[in-house]
Each structure stands twice: as C-alpha cells, then as structure tokens.
C-alpha cells in the first residue's frame, strides 16, 4: 500500500521560495503520475502541477507556471515542489497524490493516494 507524506510546508514572504517534499513508502514511485493539489480556505482543491511515470511530460496551473517546478528523484522515492516567487495567493493546504497511471489526471478523482497536506502560508 503506498503511503505518501508531505514535508516543507511553512510561512514565507512574498516573493520568497520554498520546496515541498513527497516522499513515498510502500511502493517505489516509478510506477506512478504524482500531483501536487492546493486548497485554498473557502476554495475548491486545484491541480497545481503533475508529473508522468516516466518524469515526462509536467503540467502545471497557468498560476503557477514559470513560478513552480516539479521534479522526482527515484533514488528517494520522492517528488519535489519547487516554489519561488511566492504570492499571497499561493496561500493554502499543499497535497500530494499518485496513482498507478503513465499520465497525469487533471481530476481529483484520478488519483487513488493522498498525502495528509502541509500548511503553506505567504504573508508579510
């Protein structure tokens, strides 16, 4: 059973960067598409960037696009968030999710494993 856990959340200033870990147990992640979801308070969850098992092709949220990067690292069995530029807006419950698919979902629905999110706080 994979289990995922989320790590790197915090509060930054805007303008500023972080970067979000997944790291997985249970199952190696090569078999995976790994997302990164935010909710936001008061907001529906979002897609905020993907990767396919294969670590090609990445889809990212036209917010976030040139802002953020996702990455795996198969010898950690774990997918990174990179996150610079920060905003205000950024603001929210950062969770990561996989499934056993070649290609990212762009629903919640497709993704059969969550993590249990980390806090993301950008504010002066």
């Known amino acids: 059973q994979l289990q995922l856990v989320e790590s790197g959340g915090g509060l930054v200033q805007p303008g500023g960067s972080l970067r979000l870990s997944c790291t997985a147990s249970g199952s190696t992640l090569d078999y995976y598409a790994i997302a990164w979801f935010r909710q936001a308070p008061g907001k529906a969850r979002e897609r905020v960037s993907c990767?396919?098992?294969?670590?090609?092709?990445?889809n990212y949220a036209d917010s976030v696009k040139g802002r953020f990067t996702i990455s795996k690292e198969r010898a950690k069995n774990t997918v990174y968030l990179e996150m610079s530029r920060l905003e205000p807006e950024d603001t929210a419950v950062y969770y990561c999710?996989?499934?056993?698919?070649?290609?990212?979902?762009?629903?919640?629905?497709?993704?059969?494993?969550w993590g249990q999110g980390t806090q993301v706080t950008v504010s002066s």
């Open positions: 999710a996989a499934d056993y698919r070649y290609y990212c979902s762009d629903d919640m629905s497709g993704y059969s494993y």
């Open positions: 990767v396919s098992r294969h670590g090609d092709p990445t």
